[in-house]
């Protein structure tokens, strides 16, 4: 560790092109006017920290979820999962993750599994911030299943200034905990819905990050702290 990892950290592949785009913008501006100029390479600048990739250490015992995401804890309540994903129509806890566009925006397995189902639906884009955005925006959902058997989903939505969701992952696949599968640009939200019986060890407001918060514990019983 040193003083230049600390504050530089690699950039994901999605970002070099805006970059780019960014830079030559502003090396443009400067023939303008070396306000402009300055301006455009502070905004190349904000560019790659948008699309920074930092390494993220999981935590090592089986059985948690971590957060998907950088970001705040916007909500916490009972809701029935995407019908997309051909879940139980039957409501579970979901904990959303809100990200600005200062967050890292690249999206983390909140548990290892397989996944089962990848189901993208287009619509709105709305302030990520609100609940009826997990209904109305755009969404990519995952369903992954443990391998004590258990279902949760995922679901990278769009916001009011996102307009690309990325998932590169694939039915079938297996994932690690924290291993990346997507991200969205330029600012959004996730969601995790949780098994039943399961609850959040998170609080609204609370302050995430991708791949290392705990999120729950999947070997304990809704509000005992007990083995399920």
Known sequence: M??????????HREGVKFVA???????????V????GWLGVG???????????????????????VSPADGIVSLIEPA???TELGMAATSLTRVSVFMNVFNCHVNRAPTAGQITSIAYRPGKFLNASLDKASADNERNSLRIRTEAGD???????????????????????L??????????RFGSRLDVYLP?????????????????????????????????
């Open 2 to 11: 040193n003083m230049v990892s600390t504050f530089v950290k690699p950039m």
């Open 21 to 31: 785009i960014f830079a030559a913008i502003a090396a443009g501006l400067f023939f």
């Open 33 to 36: 006017t070396p306000v402009a």
């Open 43 to 65: 905004i190349t600048v904000w560019c790659y920290y948008f699309f920074r990739d930092p390494e993220r250490v999981p935590p090592e015992r089986d059985g948690l979820v």
């Open 80 to 82: 029935v999962p995407p």
């Open 151 to 173: 279902d949760l989903a995922v679901v990278q939505i769009a916001g009011l200034v996102a307009r690309r969701i990325v998932c590169w992952t694939s039915e079938g696949d």
């Open 175 to 184: 994932l690690s905990t924290g291993e990346r599968f997507g991200l969205i």
């Open 196 to 228: 039943p019986g399961v609850t959040p060890k998170v609080r609204i407001g609370q302050t995430m990050v991708a791949g290392e918060t705990v999120m729950a514990d999947l070997g304990e019983t809704a509000g005992s702290g007990q083995p399920r």
